[in-house]
């Protein structure tokens, strides 16, 4: 498909009081990605990290500058809140250097971030929410599924991120229907062994890659 997988623990789940150990002990176990959803910001011992910020705000243009100087690797917006100005948005996203992506809820059609990724200056990742955006721990929403499909249907080398519900019971799921960057919280942060489990879900995609 042209897609690598990128495992992404999400950082909502991590120890607050120690959020830089936190993020060196998760790319030490094989993390490609932490995932902040603005709660925590580039510190000096994890330079080198990519840290994909979902924005989960009413007005994500204001965000991009002190993202972009704190240091954010990708920005990520959602499109129910940026009909209006989405084209300059993605515009001062690459300009600050960060990678520009787009977020839908569940209740929202696909249909509404095609123009942003088939326009001359696109988002590059799409994030279809797994489950009700705001807090951890909630039930993957396995009907969000048709999304990915149809996205990877469509875009075959989009990155396509889901975040919500996702650990060892529900990866081969959303690797099957297409999706490549996993966002992972309690699954990761609570296991025994979160080596393994951010092991066990790249296996599960690049292993569903092959079938394509």
């Not at 920005?75 to 129910?80: D, G, I, L, W």
């Not at 787009?102 to 095609?114: D, F, M, N």
Request: charged share 20%; proline share 8%; hydrophobic share 40%.
């Amino acid at each position: 498909m042209g897609v690598t997988p990128k495992i992404a623990p999400s950082m909502l789940s991590s120890d607050f009081a120690n959020l830089a150990s936190e993020a060196k002990r998760m790319l030490d176990f094989g993390a490609d990605w932490l995932h902040m959803d603005i709660m925590a910001l580039r510190s000096e011992p994890n330079h080198w990290a990519y840290l994909d910020c979902h924005l989960m705000v009413t007005n994500p243009i204001d965000y991009v500058e002190p993202l972009g100087k704190a240091g954010a690797s990708g920005f990520t917006f959602h499109v129910e809140v940026s009909k209006e100005n989405w084209q300059e948005l993605i515009q001062k996203i690459k300009l600050k250097g960060m990678r520009p992506g787009v977020a839908l809820k569940p209740g929202t059609p696909i249909e509404e971030v095609y123009p942003l990724i088939n326009s001359k200056n696109p988002v590059e990742m799409v994030l279809v929410m797994t489950v009700e955006p705001g807090f951890g721990g909630q039930k993957f929403m396995p009907e969000m599924m048709d999304k990915v499909r149809v996205l990877r249907n469509k875009y075959p080398s989009l990155d396509i991120e889901v975040d919500g519900g996702l650990g060892p019971s529900t990866i081969d799921v959303a690797a099957s229907a297409g999706a490549n960057c996993i966002v992972a919280g309690s699954s990761v942060f609570g296991a025994p062994e979160p080596a393994a489990v951010i092991s066990l879900m790249r296996k599960s995609v690049l292993e569903n890659q092959e079938k394509c």
